[in-house]
């Protein structure tokens, strides 16, 4: 039968994942709210920014479905003050405090409704 998601174009076909390049307008969008979500959740005294992606794939299934593997490193930027713009944090140099983590996540975003869940967020050393 034919699926009300499917354009002619083939951008909407429901399928597996697929790699996705790392220039993504979503996906970086999504990697800085997950990296927020980090943050909020980090016994960390500094904030975490992103520093790498490894791998990025997307799958269309009533909306899109990201799976991402990135990085994130610990800035120089400490926790307490509010609203810190993460563009403006620098990494830590070289050093104690210097810190990478892998990072996995799930989300899926329904671009049309504006809604993004984010279903899986784990990051380890």
């Given amino acids: 039968g034919f699926n009300e998601n499917c354009r002619h174009n083939g951008q909407y076909l429901p ?3 697929v790699n996705i390049s ?4 979503n996906l970086k ?3 800085h709210n997950a990296t927020c979500m980090y943050n909020n959740q980090s016994n960390d005294a ?3 920014k992103p520093s790498a992606i490894i791998t990025a794939q997307q ?3 009533k909306g899109i479905k990201y799976f ?3 990085q994130i490193s610990r800035t120089v930027c400490r926790k307490k003050r509010v609203h810190t713009d993460l563009s403006t944090c620098d990494f830590q140099p070289e050093g104690l405090l210097h810190q990478t983590l ?3 996540f799930e989300a899926w975003l329904i671009p049309w409704k504006n ?3 984010v279903k899986v967020l784990s990051c380890k050393s």
């Fill in 15 to 17: 399928g597996a994942p």
């Fill in 22 to 25: 790392k220039d993504d307008v």
């Fill in 29 to 31: 969008l999504i990697i």
């Fill in 46 to 48: 500094f904030l975490f």
């Fill in 59 to 61: 799958q269309i299934v």
């Fill in 68 to 70: 991402v593997n990135f």
């Fill in 102 to 104: 892998q990072c996995h």
């Fill in 115 to 117: 809604i993004c869940h």
